[in-house]
């Protein structure tokens, strides 16, 4: 395998690239993706199989024959274990058991007697994308590489989707151009050698949550060990956040393991309550080779800072934005003290935590222990009665869930215990989302709900299942926006074998009203001090979110008074100005202005980079609603 292109190389942890079939016309095709400083891998045949740009540090390729294997990456595989699979590879479908396998988080890329499959991660951090291009299917890891080749402007209809709060699964995970097809996490992408032939086919499916948790919890140990482990096993120096939190605590303690010299990073909040640096500090008496980092809570920016700002070239709007300058504004310190990679916690809040809506199904298995869970559940969440009832005796498919949720898009937001115990939150519009807009998100859901299938029957593993995807798709771009600044982030937890092994402990065990994460408590006891394992709580940074509201509402202003979603026809500029001159308006406390901003940013940055961005000059007809 050969560089077609002399390399300006490129940071590690931003790695994008497009894979071809062996075909003249494909390797064609390939030449509009080659870039200066972009990097080439080859077929047997000397054409290009992968064109993009990656690390020599994240990439291991293998040939055997007609076959051949690359994982890009974070992945501990060796070449030489490569070469064995690739030589013992006689269909590509048995790639799904190497897949099932291999610790880390990373793309993998088979080729075999002339056909290709591209996955990415079950867990939705690496993604794979295609299109078809004079004639070629093209697979991608990026929607916006796609696009770019092919002129394309996002779709007007996607947008509007991307307004409601929260769009639900399967709308948040389309592609924000309708020539571009998302592959779902779950699946791969196989394409024939005709070079144009395209199928889905599964490779994941989440385990049955049916392990005990004594039992799980030594698989659950090693699992983030060795996701930690791969990241740290070369040494250097590596940094970790360290909020005092049970998940953060867990990685820098198993970091501190490591042939890696750590280097912990702790931002207090703002709040007088907020306990973070304690619990911190607690950690740091227990780890003397590891050197403490506190940074001044008063200097690190608040949420909404930088908006105006933000160049980043996304492939879909992104909430993460609105953190975008909090999630940054430390790397260059930290790599400023050697560390060339920085770990966090993200992801223990959606594995080692289950959602309450598996009581749905527990209180028709096991009534007596799931009423005694829930009062305690109650009471924990102040669940009025009536309403946890109703949500209790709500047996809706996930189909009538949606299409009922597109008749209330205008109704106030539902009550905590309809969500935590149902199908998820249901999704809403607000005063500055236009009435076309509500028909084009509208007609968007009750498409989906003629076809849709939840992620699985119990509603509590389709909700962890949806949470966990949605969080990465957030991750997925703040990874980017690391990488850019020069020191990437990886978060263990989101691995999918640590996924795995905790969604397989009994729900149970593994929420419970009485005990916090208690599957993380029992995984990490030996490793983690127990005076380090009782933190029962974690600081919510509701003051920075507020005063970030408050401080930065000129930006806001600014950001409205230009508006690309405006100009489209989608919200109301005049109200989403007014609300911008009154940051203490009734629900912005509630987040419920993210999507939009995440959108106008987006769109924002569209228009600097090489992708094409809709005006309303272009005629536009919005579709009936049935």
Wanted: glycine share 8%; proline share 7%.
């Amino acid at each position: 395998m050969t560089e077609l292109h002399e390399s300006a190389g490129t940071g590690l942890g931003d790695a994008h690239f497009t894979v071809f079939t062996d075909r003249a016309d494909a390797a064609a095709v390939a030449r509009s993706f080659a870039r200066p400083g972009s990097r080439s891998l080859t077929h047997a045949s000397g054409g290009p199989w992968l064109v993009g740009h990656w690390h020599d540090d994240e990439v291991v390729t293998a040939n055997a024959g007609t076959a051949a294997l690359a994982v890009v990456g974070c992945c501990p595989v060796d070449a030489d274990e490569l070469r064995r699979r690739a030589a013992r590879l006689r269909d590509l479908a048995e790639l799904d058991a190497l897949a099932r396998t291999l610790p880390g988080s990373f793309h993998l890329v088979g080729a075999l007697d002339g056909r290709i499959r591209v996955q990415g991660t079950a867990s939705g951090l690496r993604l794979v994308f295609h299109a078809e291009i004079d004639g070629v299917r093209v697979a991608a890891t990026r929607a916006d590489t796609l696009a770019t080749a092919l002129g394309l402007d996002p779709d007007v209809e996607e947008l509007a989707v991307r307004l409601l709060w929260p769009a639900p699964y399967p709308l948040f995970e389309t592609s924000l151009w309708r020539a571009v097809t998302a592959v779902p996490p779950q699946d791969a992408l196989v394409v024939a050698a005709d070079g144009r032939t395209a199928r889905h086919t599964r490779w994941w499916t989440p385990p049955e949550p049916a392990r005990p948790l004594a039992e799980a919890a030594p698989l659950i140990r090693t699992a983030l060990q060795e996701a930690v482990g791969a990241r740290t096993r070369q040494g250097g120096v590596v940094s970790c956040d360290l909020s005092g939190g049970l998940d953060s605590t867990s990685v820098c303690f198993l970091a501190d393991r490591s042939p890696a010299h750590v280097v912990a990073s702790t931002w207090p909040g703002r709040d007088p309550a907020d306990t973070d640096l304690h619990w911190a500090e607690q950690a740091i008496g227990h780890l003397p080779e590891v050197e403490h980092m506190v940074w001044d809570a008063d200097a690190s920016p608040l949420v909404y800072e930088d908006l105006l700002d933000i160049d980043d070239l996304l492939d879909e709007p992104t909430i993460g934005v609105m953190d975008r300058s909090r999630v940054l504004h430390h790397l260059p310190g930290l790599a400023a003290r050697g560390s060339r990679l920085h770990l966090t916690g993200i992801g223990g809040d959606h594995v080692a935590w289950c959602s309450e809506a598996y009581y749905h199904q527990l209180l028709r298995t096991r009534p007596l222990f799931a009423l005694r869970q829930l009062r305690g559940f109650r009471a924990l969440w102040q669940w009025p009665l009536a309403g946890t009832a109703r949500a209790l005796s709500d047996s809706r498919p996930y189909r009538t869930w949606l299409a009922d949720a597109a008749d209330h898009l205008r109704g106030p937001l539902p009550p905590s215990v309809a969500t935590g115990l149902g199908w998820g939150m249901a999704p809403r519009l607000f005063d500055w989302v236009t009435p076309e807009a509500e028909r084009l998100a509208r007609r968007a859901l009750l498409d989906a709900a003629a076809t849709a299938s939840p992620l699985h029957p119990d509603r509590g593993l389709h909700s962890d299942l949806e949470q966990i995807r949605s969080c990465t798709r957030i991750i997925r771009q703040w990874d980017r926006m690391a990488a850019r600044v020069g020191l990437p982030m990886a978060s263990p937890f989101l691995d999918d074998r640590v996924i795995e092994a905790c969604l397989a402990v009994r729900p149970s065990e593994r929420v419970t009203p009485w005990r916090y994460k208690p599957v993380l408590g029992a995984a990490m006891r030996g490793i983690v001090p127990d005076a380090c394992l009782r933190r029962t709580n974690k600081a919510a940074a509701s003051m920075d979110a507020s005063n970030g509201l408050r401080e930065h509402r000129a930006d806001l202003l600014t950001l409205w008074e230009d508006s690309r979603l405006e100009a489209l026809g989608l919200v109301d500029g005049a109200e989403l100005r007014r609300l911008a001159r009154r940051p203490a308006s009734k629900g912005l406390s509630d987040a419920i202005l993210y999507s939009t901003i995440a959108a106008e940013v987006w769109l924002r940055g569209m228009a600097r980079g090489p992708a094409r961005v809709p005006t309303s000059e272009r005629p536009f007809h919005a579709p009936e609603v049935r």
